[in-house]
């Protein structure tokens, strides 16, 4: 007898009239036709059950602090910055942990089960992480939370931050983290990116910097963060974030940079929303888009996942929790329009990003964590077209959300009386 088991589903691969079986919080079978007893089965009646979506690149300790101290009017990533640094000095641990976990409900009615978030250390104080410390410890049974390390000011830019950023990951913050574009000097910026990959080597840490957020083709820390990866032998442990400045260097330069950050073995973790929101300001027309170039990181097999990176504070004054939302941006701002590329972005918020933060037990094979999320939709591409409901968000084999189907009632003669938003897509052969 199962504790639970999932009749009649669609997994994200393409597989149709499939049953998943959950025993002691792991799948234990998936396949068509399961027969045994279970505790709780659910029908998921063709629609498309997914391992939960994961976020590889938020800010967690900022998250819905929209308005304070005041509102970003220009909209840029400067003004965000200088609003969070007149911020900072009053924040308060109460204040920081409110808000991270009303952010950690909205994500789980979402189907977000693992989050990782950038901590600013730039402040000695530490108050950032010690609430999002406890944060980690508090939401651990129902999302899986990492921390990195982050000089939000800067590495080498304000006194004090190298000590702070020691004692930060002293503290049990376990990821390295940076911004050399915001050092004051390019030479600063590339001293950052070997002082950091250092200590992650030295600790044998995992290492995820924002690099070259910044429309200037000239920005090229990401190579500097691709030879300090080998130098210290952290491939596979390397994430960049961000990296818009790629979207303006010329084709020549790229061509010899994403053959470096594949030898590398670095992953990229591009944040479309924001990208999309922040970059490109200067220009009048034509206008930069400022997301990275993520077909051609897909095409040299560089690992690429999407991150959500803010909702509702100095930066982005939007943002739902949803990582289908981020999805549907990166689909329409690169014209990955294609069933295939739409899967591939579909995997960008799940399994891709999953595999960057190295979480244990995620998926949907025999073995795996009983963590899956069932939606209002047929397949990959409806699911990144329609946005659509979380029926069911399942925690190691328990229930811990879910959302009624949507349906709207129409008055038209001669209609149907009930329209469901799933059942409109035309039924193409893949």
Same mark, same amino acid.
């Given at each position: 007898?199962?504790?639970?088991?999932?009749?009649?589903?669609?997994?994200?691969?393409?597989?149709?009239?499939?049953? $998943?079986? @959950?025993?002691?919080?792991?799948?234990?079978?998936?396949?068509?036709?399961?027969?045994?007893?279970?505790?709780?089965?659910?029908?998921?009646?063709?629609?498309?059950?997914?391992?939960?979506?994961?976020?590889?690149?938020?800010?967690?300790?900022?998250?819905?602090?929209?308005?304070?101290?005041?509102?970003?009017?220009?909209?840029?990533?400067?003004?965000?910055?200088?609003?969070?640094?007149?911020?900072?000095?009053?924040?308060?641990?109460?204040?920081?942990?409110?808000?991270?976990?009303?952010?950690?409900?909205?994500?789980?009615?979402?189907?977000?089960?693992?989050?990782?978030?950038?901590?600013? @250390?730039?402040?000695?104080?530490?108050?950032?992480?010690?609430?999002?410390?406890?944060?980690?410890?508090? $939401?651990? !049974?129902?999302?899986?939370?990492?921390?990195?390390?982050?000089?939000?000011?800067?590495?080498?830019?304000?006194?004090?931050?190298?000590?702070?950023?020691?004692?930060?990951?002293?503290?049990? $913050?376990?990821?390295?983290?940076?911004? !050399?574009?915001?050092?004051?000097?390019?030479?600063?910026?590339?001293?950052?990116?070997?002082?950091?990959?250092?200590?992650?080597?030295?600790? *044998?840490?995992?290492?995820?910097?924002?690099?070259?957020?910044?429309?200037?083709?000239?920005?090229?820390?990401?190579?500097?963060?691709?030879?300090?990866?080998?130098?210290?032998?952290?491939?596979?442990?390397?994430?960049?974030?961000?990296?818009?400045?790629?979207?303006?260097?010329?084709?020549?330069? =790229?061509?010899?940079?994403?053959?470096?950050?594949?030898?590398?073995?670095?992953?990229?973790?591009?944040? !479309?929303?924001?990208?999309?929101?922040?970059?490109?300001?200067?220009?009048?027309?034509?206008?930069?888009?400022?997301?990275?170039?993520?077909?051609?990181?897909?095409?040299?097999?560089?690992? =690429?996942?999407? *991150?959500?990176?803010?909702?509702?504070?100095?930066?982005?004054?939007?943002?739902? *929790?949803?990582?289908?939302?981020?999805?549907?941006?990166? =689909?329409?701002?690169?014209?990955?329009?294609?069933?295939?590329?739409?899967?591939?972005?579909?995997?960008?918020?799940?399994?891709?990003?999953?595999?960057?933060?190295?979480?244990?037990?995620?998926?949907?094979?025999? *073995?795996?964590? +009983?963590?899956?999320?069932?939606?209002? +939709?047929?397949?990959?591409?409806?699911?990144?077209?329609?946005?659509?409901?979380?029926?069911?968000?399942?925690?190691?084999?328990?229930?811990?959300?879910?959302?009624?189907?949507?349906?709207?009632?129409?008055?038209?003669?001669?209609?149907?009386?009930?329209?469901?938003?799933?059942?409109?897509?035309?039924?193409?052969?893949?």
């Amino acid at each position: 007898m199962f504790d639970l088991v999932i009749k009649n589903a669609t997994l994200p691969d393409g597989r149709t009239g499939v049953d $998943v079986a @959950v025993q002691d919080e792991r799948i234990a079978a998936v396949e068509p036709g399961i027969t045994a007893e279970a505790g709780q089965t659910i029908d998921a009646d063709g629609l498309l059950l997914s391992p939960p979506f994961v976020d590889p690149h938020f800010h967690m300790d900022a998250t819905l602090s929209l308005g304070l101290p005041r509102m970003n009017v220009s909209g840029t990533l400067l003004e965000g910055i200088a609003l969070w640094g007149e911020l900072r000095p009053t924040l308060t641990t109460e204040a920081l942990i409110d808000r991270a976990l009303r952010y950690c409900d909205l994500a789980v009615s979402k189907g977000l089960l693992a989050v990782r978030s950038h901590v600013d @250390v730039s402040d000695p104080r530490l108050v950032t992480v010690e609430a999002m410390l406890e944060v980690r410890d508090r $939401v651990a !049974p129902y999302l899986d939370l990492q921390l990195v390390a982050f000089p939000q000011d800067g590495y080498y830019r304000e006194t004090g931050v190298e000590e702070a950023l020691s004692r930060a990951l002293d503290m049990g $913050v376990e990821i390295v983290g940076g911004i !050399p574009h915001f050092e004051r000097t390019m030479e600063d910026g590339a001293r950052s990116v070997e002082a950091l990959c250092r200590i992650a080597a030295d600790r *044998g840490l995992m290492v995820d910097m924002h690099c070259d957020e910044t429309d200037d083709p000239m920005s090229r820390h990401v190579e500097t963060l691709a030879a300090q990866t080998v130098r210290f032998g952290l491939q596979g442990r390397v994430a960049g974030s961000h990296l818009t400045s790629m979207h303006s260097m010329d084709n020549y330069y =790229v061509s010899k940079l994403l053959p470096l950050m594949a030898e590398a073995q670095m992953a990229a973790i591009p944040n !479309p929303l924001i990208n999309m929101m922040l970059q490109g300001r200067h220009d009048t027309y034509p206008k930069r888009r400022g997301l990275t170039r993520i077909p051609q990181m897909m095409e040299m097999g560089i690992p =690429v996942g999407l *991150g959500q990176d803010c909702v509702m504070d100095p930066w982005y004054s939007m943002g739902t *929790g949803d990582l289908l939302d981020v999805a549907h941006m990166a =689909v329409h701002a690169t014209q990955l329009g294609s069933i295939e590329d739409k899967r591939a972005m579909f995997d960008a918020v799940t399994v891709n990003s999953a595999r960057i933060m190295g979480l244990e037990g995620y998926g949907l094979d025999v *073995g795996c964590h +009983a963590d899956m999320v069932l939606l209002q +939709a047929r397949d990959t591409a409806e699911a990144i077209r329609l946005r659509p409901n979380r029926l069911k968000v399942i925690r190691r084999g328990k229930v811990i959300a879910e959302t009624p189907v949507e349906r709207s009632r129409l008055s038209l003669q001669g209609r149907p009386e009930v329209l469901n938003p799933a059942s409109y897509a035309p039924r193409i052969a893949v």
